[in-house]
């Protein structure tokens, strides 16, 4: 069982910045490809950012390329998200998600998610 846990949503003005995290426990964390999720209302969840169990290998979708940065801590079993220059259209429920391998792309499976942490951007 692996337990994940977000924190760091809130409200922001357009242009601003905020840092997600997600503490992990429950299975060995650096074994695992880590990524971010969104879901804005009435919308599909989206990938946002992956991380391999390495912390290599970044991948973004093309929307917040250049603007949000995915990073992790193996000691502290934590992964971030770095989100900057903030735009309305960002606005969304965040999650994070544990893979069942090394590598967290758009179609790996996702076998864990966190509870959600709210982002809203303010125009």
């Known amino acids: 069982q692996v337990q994940l846990v977000e924190s760091g949503g809130g409200l922001v003005q357009t242009g601003g910045s905020l840092r997600l995290s997600c503490a992990a426990s429950?299975?060995?964390?650096?074994?695992?490809?880590m990524g971010w999720f969104r879901e804005a209302l009435g919308k599909e969840r989206e990938f946002v950012a992956g991380?391999?169990?390495?912390?290599?290998?970044?991948l973004y979708t093309d929307s917040v390329k250049g603007r949000f940065t995915i990073s992790r801590d193996n000691v502290k079993n934590t992964v971030y998200l770095q989100m900057n220059s903030l735009k309305p259209e960002d606005t969304a429920v965040y999650y994070c998600?544990?893979?069942?391998?090394?590598?967290?792309?758009?179609?790996?499976?996702?076998?864990?998610w966190g509870q959600g942490t709210q982002v809203t951007v303010s125009s």
């Open positions: 991380v391999n169990w390495r912390g290599g290998a970044a």
């Open positions: 429950g299975r060995t964390f650096s074994s695992s490809g």
């Open positions: 998600a544990c893979t069942a391998g090394i590598v967290a792309a758009p179609h790996s499976k996702y076998d864990y």
